[in-house]
C-alpha cells in the first residue's frame, strides 16, 4: 500500500451521502459490493449500492468514484440508473460480511466481524478490503456482548476465501483473475457453454467486455444472447465502441435496435455511427474516442490524457488537435501529435505547435488494404480519420487492422516460446 493512502472502516460509509461534481447528492450509501478471491487474498472492492431518492437502489462502480472524505461520496457525475442486481461472484459487505463467524490464523480462536477496513492500490483505481475489526467470542456487529475487539489483516483470518466456502464457478473465475483478457478469452473459449456462461455471468461489465473484445464471433454472440438483456446493454456500452458495433452487425436487426435503444444514447449514438460504415474500411474498423484535445491545450494536459490506464498503449501513442468540438465528429482536424514529441518539449508548449504537418489523415471510405499500407510506410499504430469536410471521426489502431487481417481461426493458434526462444529474447 502507498504511503498516506487512506484506510476507511465501512461503518463510517453506512447512510453517508454520494454527491456528483458539482456538489448535488444524488443519494446515500446502502451498501458496498465486494468480490472474494481464493487463498487468503484480500477481496477487490467493486462499487457502491446507492439509494436514490426514488428508493432505486443502482450500482456505483469504484472507478466512477473520485474520493470518499468528511463523510461523504464524490463521483464523475455518470451513473447507471438501473436497479442494482447482485451477481453470482459478488458479496454485499454490510449484508453478508460483516456478522460473519470467523477464526484466527494463530491460535484457532473463534471471532465475530464487527468492521472491515478498505484502501485504495497505489496508482491505481482499484480498492481493497484489507483489515477486519473482529471481536472474540460470539458477540457480533449487530449483537451488543462483551469480548476482546482487535483490527486483523484479511490473511490473519480464515472461512471468508472462495476455495473456503466452495464456490464452484467463482473459485474458477478466481483462478483466472490474474490472466489477461486475451488470455481468458482463450480459456473461455475451450470451456463448455454452460461453464462458459457461468463464467461470463459472474464477471463484472468492464472485464466482461474487454473479453468479449478477444473472442471469436460466434462465442460473443452466444455469451450475449444468454446475459438479460439490460445487462448486455451495459456490456456493450464498456466495449469499445468499434467492437461494439461489429458484434451487433451479427445480430438480427430487431434485437441490435432494442439493445441501442437501452444502451445510453451517447455510447448508442456513437455505435450507430460506426454501423453506418462497410466493416473493412477506415470507417468501420475505427474507435470514436481517440484522445483529442482543443489547440489551446498544452503538453502537460496531453500528458495527463495519455496517462488514463483506460486507454490501450495504440490509442495513447498520439493525440489529435482539433477546434470545437472536441468529440467526435469534431471541428476542423489540425494534426496530430506523436507521444515521443510530447517527452521532448516542456510541459508549457502549446500541442498545436508540435503537430506532425506532414501526415495525411485517412479517408473513413479507405479499404483495409490501404489502411494496413498506411500503417506499413509510416510505422504507425494508430491513425486519424477525417471526414470531407475537416472533421476528424475516430482513430485506427494497429490491433484493429490486424484483427482483420488474420485468419478467422487465427485464435486457436497457441502463441509461446519454446526455450530457445527464450534464450534469445533473454540476451542468451
Request: charged letters at 30%; aromatic letters at 4%; one cysteine or more.
Amino acid at each position: 500500500m502507498a504511503a498516506g493512502a487512506p484506510r476507511i472502516f465501512v461503518s463510517h460509509l453506512a447512510g453517508v451521502a454520494v454527491f456528483d461534481p458539482n456538489g448535488d447528492q444524488v443519494g446515500r450509501v446502502r451498501d458496498l459490493v465486494a468480490m472474494l478471491r481464493v487463498g487468503r487474498r484480500p477481496p477487490r472492492l467493486l462499487g457502491i449500492v446507492v439509494e436514490l431518492s426514488t428508493r432505486r437502489r443502482i450500482f456505483l462502480p469504484m472507478t466512477r468514484v473520485t474520493g470518499i472524505e468528511s463523510g461523504q461520496v464524490i463521483t464523475t457525475g455518470v451513473l447507471n440508473v438501473r436497479r442494482f442486481e447482485q451477481r453470482p461472484t459478488e458479496r454485499l459487505v454490510f449484508g453478508e460480511l460483516l456478522d460473519q463467524r470467523l477464526t484466527l490464523v494463530e491460535g484457532g480462536e473463534e471471532v465475530t466481524v464487527l468492521d472491515v477496513a478498505i484502501q485504495q492500490l497505489p496508482a491505481r483505481r482499484d480498492w481493497e478490503i484489507d483489515r477486519v475489526f473482529v471481536r472474540k467470542g460470539r458477540g457480533g456487529a449487530f449483537r451488543r456482548t462483551k469480548g476482546e475487539t482487535l483490527t486483523v489483516e484479511w490473511s490473519a483470518v480464515t472461512g471468508f476465501s472462495l476455495d473456503e466456502q466452495g464456490q464452484g464457478a467463482e473459485s474458477l473465475l478466481a483462478t483466472f483473475e490474474q490472466l489477461r483478457p486475451a488470455d481468458l478469452a482463450n480459456v473461455m473459449h475451450h470451456l463448455s457453454p454452460k461453464r462458459r456462461g457461468e463464467v461470463a455471468a459472474a464477471l463484472d461489465d468492464d472485464r466482461l467486455a474487454d473479453v468479449l473484445e478477444q473472442l471469436p464471433e460466434d462465442d460473443q454472440i452466444e455469451i450475449l444472447g444468454k446475459l438479460k438483456e439490460e445487462r448486455a446493454a451495459d456490456v456493450l456500452e464498456a466495449m469499445a465502441p468499434d467492437d461494439a458495433a461489429d458484434l451487433l452487425a451479427e445480430l438480427p436487426e430487431d434485437d441490435v435496435e432494442r439493445l441501442l435503444t437501452l444502451m445510453r444514447p451517447g455510447d448508442a449514438a456513437d455505435v450507430r455511427r460506426l454501423m453506418a460504415y462497410e466493416e473493412r474500411t477506415a470507417g468501420g474498423l475505427m474507435t470514436t474516442e481517440p484522445i483529442v484535445l482543443r489547440p489551446d491545450a498544452t503538453i502537460a494536459d496531453a500528458l495527463a490524457r495519455v496517462r488514463n490506464p483506460d486507454l490501450s498503449p495504440s490509442l495513447a501513442a498520439q493525440v489529435y488537435v482539433c477546434r470545437p468540438p472536441d468529440e467526435t465528429p469534431t471541428g476542423k482536424y489540425l494534426g496530430t501529435a506523436h507521444f515521443q514529441r510530447l517527452l521532448r518539449d516542456p510541459p508549457y508548449t502549446l500541442v498545436s505547435s508540435i503537430l506532425d504537418g506532414d501526415l495525411q489523415p485517412l479517408s473513413p471510405d479507405a479499404a483495409l488494404p490501404v489502411v494496413a499500407g498506411f500503417f506499413a510506410t509510416y510505422d504507425m499504430v494508430a491513425a486519424p480519420v477525417v471526414d470531407e469536410s475537416g472533421s476528424l471521426l475516430g482513430a485506427v489502431t494497429v490491433d484493429d487492422v490486424l484483427d482483420h487481417m488474420l485468419p478467422e481461426d487465427w485464435r486457436e493458434t497457441e502463441f509461446h516460446l519454446d526455450e530457445d526462444d527464450e534464450g534469445v529474447a533473454d540476451g542468451g
